[in-house]
């Protein structure tokens, strides 16, 4: 059995496995059976039986699950809630039902929302539990035999195939060119080669090469495993335990808008509660019409619209990010994104394109640079800088062939596309080969294969036998540069054969392998017509070198321009791979992440304390051979640092960390399930390009929900001011409590709502990110807020003062005063739309047409609202003429102008540091 590697047989007991949980990559296969007292033939079904019971089935348990009552009614417990259902309250209290209704029903929506997307830690556990194998091919009693996955135990023999998924956590007992695809967990782009030797007993998890994890997929080869883990005790259980204990982080705006709703709910019943014990103490007015004009007041500052108007403008980023191919699965991670200062990235799949290429062909005199990249076989070949045909170079031409050949992946032409079946770095000579110009059915029916020496970890090459119709024989080798090269003693250079220069070779190859490539050796040799079959005999000596083939898995272009787009926004992105640090540190080099700083790898992040490890995350940028507990401590400790994290990633390894960071960021096409259910936001495309985009989004919808507030709240402080002056005054109220809030809830619907839909501002992306502690509303705020609503509470109850004292009723006056206060909020929409930069110009006024047909709706509701006799009954409202019309016009507009001018001092005044914060 030539292609067997067969390690030493131990004898079966029916003795209990030891207790302890040894190293099991570090033991001798013998040592393996004796610790899980097993055998090479496998278990008997009642030894099977006996420690099913005792060690439970092959599963990952269920989490504990919240009652769906429960999870509902944690959906209430939100201040924002609790001023939504205060409105709901007062407006019961007042009569007004079907404002009651509207507000329930807000609450309701808002509830349902949550409840629906809530669950997601369990959607993604039960992701992890789905990937086990259903099926496993196991050794019971020396025979083969097929049974579920779960009733497998620790001492079973497992029989590895091509497109087996490990159904636990093997210790490999025999190969056959085994390899296994750990990219969901380790990050490696390339399947890994199996074997039974023992590795070091602190190897990472990407160098247990000795090991197959449960959840990884067989692409080549076949191999036996004796089961060392299963069920939570799996590497994959252990992932999911991680998960479970994970605890999801409330985003920076739910955090600001906590701190914000209490504080102005307390400070509107601090001014109700004074309001009301100064009209009764000092103004001497009775109990009950205080207690009616305080609710009215309330009414008058609490903006019931706001949580409303900030779920739809998440909604709207919602609909927008998905337009750029990213996919929102829960609403307050859209705002989120825009205050993320660090984005950590896995490397394989996101920042590159998972699909190796071939970059540069080395032959005995040149370094052929290889253009084009992925399995999209267009692309030429360049040597010092102009164009090379490679029937031009008989070395390259050569070599091509030799790629072509000695492989076992296929190609086909369908559809007017190339598709390509097999082993990434296989796959990945044929597209090489095909850019020179080879078609491979024709090669193949040229040089019909004979024979073949399959690829072996412990030979590390391959070897395939030719002829050609008139009988001459080939042998065609691709393996290590260090195991080839031994068998060469020739090379070929300008067209012919001279003597190897082993020396130049090895320098060469090590100079290529310093910067990130994955080196393969091509060679030839001559083989006799009459040879029908190949043995390693046939290529211990006397082969032919013709090139040296450097492979990377190639960045994606979008993804390096994307990488420079969040530097330029002030947010630092970080490499965490399971790959090794070498091809870490290039593909950064390449992408401009970090300063060329070496990688950290995964046993120094072992040996590092928190606090050490915080101190790393500072200057360090790319981190290699990292496990799922690495990339969760390198999460928690950005955190700590105060950085505002994006983990991206697209493998189970990936999830407990997608779940811990601020925003987890998924792949959605090659990303696995429980990555996607653990993250906050998934890429439709796969593309680490879509990142900036989102974080773009996210800027801008927290830029339009401080507009909003912006705007509501000097409104809302304008009415109720509006109430105080009157209490203050002694005169009745301008307007009631049921006209405020009719005018809160219309012009919530309308004005306010089409300040969610502002385009993004030209300087969004280069301004750093905005501070965790940030407060929403800053102190500059605050000063325009108490400005606009002083202009409107001089206007408004100037305005009523002016209609009464000239003889109008009180009905009348109450008319204008609302429409005054409508109009004024008209007017300073406008003023709204840009925080520092002036609007009184054609983009400003006209740029966003939502904002215009909210105004004219609102005008249209006015009419109604003036003019019908339903509401003239609902409202104690009356008609108007033209002159209070133009009053009301006259008086509005002032705000337009009184903000403009306070925009133009503050930028006098501070320069242009003002302007360029952006157009908030």
Known sequence: MRHWNFAMDANASSESPKPSSPCWHALPVDAVLDAVVGSVQGLDETECARRLVRDGRNELPPPPRRSALKRLIEQFNNVLIYVLMIAAVVTALLAHWVDTGVIIGVVIVNAFIGFIQEGKAEKALDAVRSMLSPKALVLRDGIRRTIPAAELVAGDVVVLTPGDRVPADLRIIRVRELRVDEALLTGESVPVAKHPDPVAEDAVIGDRSCLAFSGTLVTYGQGQGVVVATGIRTELGRISALLASVQTLTTPLLRQLAVFGRWLTGAILAVASATFMFGVLLRHYGAGDMFLAAVGLSV????????????????????????????????????????????????????????????????????????????????????????????????????????????????????????????PTEVALLVLAIKAGLDPELLAEEYPRGDVIPFESEHRLMATLHHDHAGHGFVFVKGAPEAILTRCSHQFRSGSQVPLDSVAWHARAEQVAA????????????????????????????????????????????????????????????????????????????????????????????????????????????????????????????????????????????????????????????????????????????????IASAI????????????????????????????????????????????????????????????????????????????????????????????VAMVMVVGTFGLYVWERQAGASVETARTVAVNTLVVFEVFYLWNSRYMHAPVLNREGLFGNRYVLWAIGLVLFFQLVFTYTPPMQYLFRTVALDALSWLRIFLVGASVLFVVELEKWLVRRILGNSAHSVGRV
């Open 696 to 787: 773009e989004e996210g800027r801008t919808v927290y830029d339009n929900i401080r507009k909003s507030i912006l705007f509501i709240l000097p409104t809302n402080g304008g009415e109720a001011l509006t109430l105080i002056a009157a209490i203050l005054f002694g005169t009745q109220l301008p307007v009631t409590p049921a006209q405020i809030l009719w005018v809160n809830m219309i012009t919530a619907v309308t004005l306010a709502l089409s300040l969610a839909f502002e385009p993004s501002e030209p300087s969004v992306m280069q301004r750093p990110p905005r501070r965790t502690d940030e407060a929403i509303m800053s102190g500059y705020m605050a000063w325009r807020i108490l400005l």
């Open 515 to 690: 910067r990130g490539r994955r080196m393969l050796a091509l060679a030839i040799g001559d083989a006799p017509a009459e040879r029908g079959e190949l043995n390693f005999a046939d290529i211990e000596e006397g082969l032919t070198m013709l090139a040296l083939v450097g492979i990377i898995d190639p960045p994606r272009d979008e993804a390096i321009v994307s990488v420079a787009q969040c530097r330029q926004a002030g947010i630092r992105v970080k490499m965490i791979t399971g790959d090794h640090a070498v091809t870490a540190s290039a593909i950064a080099a390449r992408m401009a992440i970090g300063d060329g700083s070496p990688a950290l790898t995964g046993s120094e992040l072992e040996q590092a304390s928190d606090a050490e490890l915080r101190a790393m995350v500072k200057t360090t940028d790319v981190f290699a051979r990292a496990s799922p507990e690495h990339k969760l401590r390198l999460v928690e400790a950005l955190q700590a640092n105060g950085a505002v994290v994006s983990m991206t990633g697209d493998g189970v390894n990936d999830a407990p960390a997608l779940k811990r960071a601020d925003i987890g960021v998924a792949m959605g096409v090659k990303g696995t399930e429980a990555a996607k259910e653990a993250a906050e936001m998934v890429l439709v495309d796969d593309n680490f390009a879509s």
């Open 300 to 423: 008058a500052a609490i903006p019931e619209g706001l949580p409303a108007i900030i779920t739809i403008t998440l909604a709207i980023g919602v609909q927008r990010m998905s337009r750029r191919n990213a996919i929102i699965r829960r609403l307050p991670a859209v705002e989120a994104l825009g205050s993320v200062t660090v984005v950590c990235s896995d490397k394989t799949g996101t920042l590159t394109r998972n699909e190796m290429t071939v970059v540069n062909v080395l032959t005995a005199q040149d370094d052929i640079e290889v253009l084009g990249v992925g399995y999209d076989p267009h692309g030429d070949f360049e040597l010092s800088g102009r164009s090379l045909q490679s029937e031009e170079h008989s070395e390259l031409q050569e070599a091509c062939r030799v790629a072509m050949l000695c492989n076992d992946a296929s190609a086909h032409f369908r559809d007017a596309a190339w598709q390509f079946e097999g082993d």
